[in-house]
């Protein structure tokens, strides 16, 4: 079990950037890590991963391919999400997961996550 806390979100304008970070208490090794968003109203979705089972293979919901991208820091035993080109209807809490199931394959799903961060809000004014 980890413990996880992100960080970095605000309020930017469309178009804009921001980097989110997930910092893991305990290690990040064995563990599928995603990213997920929940807007008012919405269901929890997707957004990316990155799985130690597969060598670090990182992977995209459709909606974020070439504006976001995941990336992962062992030393500092944090991922990051970079959000580029930020629309209104990114607005959302943005939220980390890890998974312990030892698999390389894609995990998109939240029931397949165990440890959960407590998220970050991210408002995109138009």
């Known amino acids: 079990q980890v413990q996880l806390v992100e960080s970095g979100g605000g309020l930017v304008q469309a178009g804009g950037s921001l980097r989110l970070s997930c910092a893991a208490s305990?290690?990040?090794?064995?563990?599928?890590v995603g990213w997920f968003r929940q807007a008012p109203g919405k269901e929890r979705e997707f957004i990316a991963g990155i799985n130690w089972w597969s060598s670090y293979r990182t992977y995209y919901a459709d909606y974020v391919k070439g504006r976001f991208t995941i990336s992962k820091d062992n030393a500092k035993n944090t991922v990051y999400l970079q959000m580029n080109s930020l629309k209104f209807e990114d607005t959302a809490i943005y939220s980390c997961?890890?998974?312990?199931?030892?698999?390389?394959?894609?995990?998109?799903?939240?029931?397949?996550?165990?440890?959960w961060g407590q998220g970050t809000q991210v408002t995109v004014s138009s």
């Open positions: 305990g290690r990040f090794s064995k563990y599928t």
């Open positions: 997961a890890a998974s312990s199931i030892p698999s390389n394959r894609v995990l998109t799903t939240p029931e397949e996550y165990d440890d």
